[in-house]
């Protein structure tokens, strides 16, 4: 009798831990989708959203207040600070100096003096933030137009345009055409067509390792440089460095597992990824995604993306030099800055 009860034991102990999998595939409790917060999306617009969904809801006396008269008054002070939520109408005007610790809203333009902080702004029209200004957390507008010193930290996003005009700090900006200095209204445009040059056989390149026909792409050992003027059709797989030599024009994509050099006047129609940095000189169009581990460096004169598709760049620390259009989203993880010429 001891026997058949040691038996059992064993086998309840071998089949317990089996008991919720073997229930589940008979009663198929947990077949639907987990649900998603939305509150954590990685949308950079979710913030200034839900904010505009709270105050939509608002009862509209609480916005009534003439802000420009009670900033007016608090102007006199040493450093003066608001602390108390602004709801306002019409245009607002923050004169300079001034701290905003809460939530800044309104209904048309808002328009700052030099060395204001808000922490948080949401304007219905244009958003003006005067030189030295400072966002703590993030700031929605149709359209925003930074000045030089600007430190841009969260989320910075406009509907349309957002302008940079000189020097500034950031982590994550966004707008579906981002214009880095005046000048970055050039005309220029990503070109259509290919770059006069030698084109380059993708399939004849030395030290291959994998080449896929159906998808064009291929894999290269070691180092790797593109001469000057080439025209390559595929993607480009690089296991160390790869250069490109200015005036290339590659059809495709590349990717490297050590740095991603870029020269001068380089067109790329898809997406550079670098798991080390990416230096890309002056005047390059680029219409894929950019995204390197340790650094991203764009000089000026380079086109980012393209207005009916917006791209996105990453890195840890990103460098852009004045004057430089990018359609989409940069975010810099750790740190951005614009630097001028």
Known sequence: MSTLFYVL??????????LPGLLELYQKTDIAALGIDRLHTGNANAFAANYRSRVSALDSDLVNKDWNARFAELQSEMRPTVTEEVLAQGSLRIPAGFNCLQEVYCNGDVSTGMGVVLRSVLADGELSLGEDSSIL?????????????????GRVVAEQTLCIDGPVSFQRIQAPTILLGREGLMAASPSSAPAPGQEVDICSLPNILFYN????????????????HSLLRGNLVVRGQLHIGDGCYIDGSIKAAGMVYLGCQVTITGSVISDQSVLCQSDCRIAGPIVADRQLSIAAGSVLGKPDAPSSLSSRFVLLKLPLVVHGTVWARTRGKVLSL
């Open 137 to 153: 957390r993030w700031a929605g507008a149709q359209r925003i137009n930074a000045a030089a010193g600007c430190a841009l930290f």
């Open 213 to 228: 026909s159906a998808m064009r792409r291929v894999v290269v050992a070691g180092d790797f440089t593109l001469p000057e």
């Open 9 to 18: 034991g064993v086998l309840l102990l071998l089949f317990a831990p089996l």
